[in-house]
Structure formats: C-alpha cells, structure tokens
C-alpha cells in the first residue's frame, strides 16, 4: 500500500507548481490567478529508495519495481469555503477522500506572484485554512449526530461508539481545536475514521520558498516549523520551483543541477520522506532474478497482513516468512551469504515486520 496525499493551500502558493514536480507532468494547470484547478488531478509517483538499487545489483535482477503514492492536487481554498465560497464543497469533498493533507504554505515575497490575502503571512495562511476544515467538520457533525444519538439511545452499540466519538471531537471543534486532537483509544480507531473528519487527518505543512531558500529555509518557514511543533504535525522546506526545473531532467542532470545549488536531494525524496513518518509507514522488499521490488505497510504490520500486500492468498494461507534484514543481505552479499552467517530467519504469523525486511513467503494453497 502507499497513501492518497491532498495537496491544499490558499491559492496562489504554489500547489499545482509542486504537484506537476512531484509527478513530474503538466497536468495541473500552474497561473497566476485563482481557481486554475478546477477539476482535483491525481498522479502515482515512485517512492525513491537507494535500497531498491543496491538489491537489484546483489541479486541481479532484472527489473525495479519501487512503491507508490497517490498526489492529489486539490483546488486553492478561500476564506468561506466551508460554507461553499469559490467552489468549497466540491474541494472539501476531494480532501475527504485522502489520508493526509500536505498544507502548501507560502514562504516567499514575489511581488509578480499575487497573494489572495494581500500579504504574506504563512501563519495566518494556515489558520485560514485550518479554520475552513473546522467549520466543515462542525457543520457535518452538528447534521449527524442528532440522528445517532436516537440510535444510540436505542440501544444501538455501533451508534454509540461513533455518538461517543463525535461528541468528544465536537467539544474540541467549538473550542476551535482541530479534531485529531482527540484521543482515540486503537479499538476506536476505525470507527474514528469512518467519520471523515477533515481536520482529523495528519498534516504536513510543505513550506514552499525561493530558491536561495531551498536548503535552510527562512524567517517565514521558522514560525511554520514551531507552529507543527506545537500541534504535533510536521514540516518540510521545498522550492517548487527548483523541483519543476530538475522534473524534466535525468537523474545525472539532477545531481549535477543540485550539486551546483548546493542541495543534496530533491525536494520530493523529502516530502515523501516525511509523509511517511507522519503516516507510520515502512517498506519491506522482496528480491530475485526477475526483480527487485519495495512494499509499503504501516508500522507494526505482522507478517501475515504484510504478505497480504501482494496478494490475499498469501495471507490467508500464510505458513512462514523466510526474512533476511536489508543490512544483513548487503554486509553478506545476498541471501545465500547471510544463510551462511546465521542472519536468515524463519518467521512465524506474529512476527512484525521491520523497515527494510527483505522477505520470501511460504504460503499453503
């Protein structure tokens, strides 16, 4: 599995200029006014990962296949958008059905560039937009939970689970909290989800800046770092306009032009870099002659579930995971090196499953 990311911001910030980097097309329309994204357009992009390399060439396979993830370029929010100005609902909608938010926030001046608020101020920019997913929830919730609570009252143990829940993100919506601030215990979790709070989801705040910028960042992204401190969410430094230069270059093109900016990677290994801690996920590989390829789950995956990824039979007829850890298959040159070094394990059904696990599963038809 990878993960559905929304791109959102006010407009003007340079979401659709990053989305076109991170998947490396021209589908989203970049211009300098609001609402050129009309329609949410949505690209897979490989997740970069050295590993896959190193495997490919140990084991001398053929072919790398590495994991994916889903960009959602999602129309610039205004202020009132909750209340359907400049085409809210409809982009509410699309926020909906991602699992995380990757926020864009302005963090450069360009006075040929305008800005929807008239200054720039990436704090009040994110609460502006914070404040839209609020009213949403808020309003979405106050509909819903009149019915439920009947239900509830009813006797209805589903109804009541999720009446619960909603009454504890409602205290924190009115009190102008964001609702993943709510504890939720892990057998609440999925009931919690099923709610489709928008301001529930885990948020990467992509601090887009000029390209002197690009490495450290800047006054502006400063105060966004504290302000993800604060709120639990995290942060990453990008100029989308180093990453829509390098999109249409080869990989040699790309070190040699990050190399003459002073940058070690691109912006994009960092933004996935982050989504995937924000989101808990891990990568796990398997290897042989005919190819190298990563899997994505979420931390703390047993082995079953993780062989699961490739195919349902494979869970369900889960005998063993025959494992080999990524350190091991290299510092041994492979799986046959580390047999003979005592690093190859067999796995059993409640073996949880480490980030760079390359794994064979043996599975009863």
Request: charged share 30%; with cysteine; glycine share 8%.
């Amino acid at each position: 599995m990878g993960f559905k990311c929304g791109i959102v911001g006010l407009p003007n910030v340079g979401k659709s200029t990053l989305f076109n980097a991170l998947t490396q097309t021209a589908a989203a329309q970049a211009a300098n006014y609001p609402f050129c994204t009309i329609e949410p357009n949505v690209g897979d992009v490989a997740v970069p990962d050295d590993r896959l390399e190193m495997l490919c060439k140990i084991a001398g396979s053929k072919e790398i296949i590495p994991t994916r993830l889903t960009f959602v370029d999602i129309a610039g929010l205004v202020r009132g958008a909750s209340k359907g100005e400049g085409l809210g609902n409809q982009f509410l909608a699309n926020i909906r059905e991602c699992d995380a938010i990757a926020h864009v926030v302005r963090c450069f001046e360009d006075s040929d560039i305008t800005h929807v608020e008239g200054k720039i101020n990436p704090v009040a920019d994110i609460e502006t937009i914070e404040t839209e997913l609020m009213l949403a929830d808020l309003d979405s919730l106050e509909k819903r939970i009149i019915p439920i609570e009947k239900k509830a009252k009813g006797g209805d143990k589903e109804a009541k689970e999720a009446f619960d829940l909603m009454s504890r993100a409602l205290v924190l919506l009115r009190e102008g909290k964001p609702a993943r601030l709510v504890e939720v215990k892990p057998t609440e979790k999925k009931a919690f989800e099923m709610l489709g709070l928008l301001t529930s989801k885990p948020v990467l705040y992509v601090c887009n800046v000029e390209e002197a910028s690009a490495d450290k960042g800047n006054a502006f992204t400063a105060k966004v770092f504290a302000r993800a401190k604060e709120e639990g969410a995290r942060a990453v430094v990008v100029s989308a306009k180093i990453e829509s230069e390098i999109a249409v270059l080869d990989a040699a093109e790309q070190k040699d032009y990050l190399d003459a900016i002073g940058l070690a990677e691109p912006g994009l290994n960092r933004v996935i870099r982050e989504g995937y801690a924000l989101l808990g996920l891990i990568t796990y590989f398997t290897v042989g002659p005919k190819e190298a390829r990563a899997w994505t789950i979420e931390t703390g995956t047993k082995a079953p579930a993780a062989a699961g990824v490739i195919h349902t039979d494979f869970e369900k007829g889960f005998i063993r995971a025959e494992t080999v850890a990524y350190d091991d298959y290299v510092a041994f040159k492979g799986e046959a090196g580390a047999r003979e070094a005592g690093k190859f394990r067999l796995e059993g059904k409640e073996y949880v499953v480490a980030d760079g696990d390359v794994l064979h599963f043996r599975f009863a038809n």
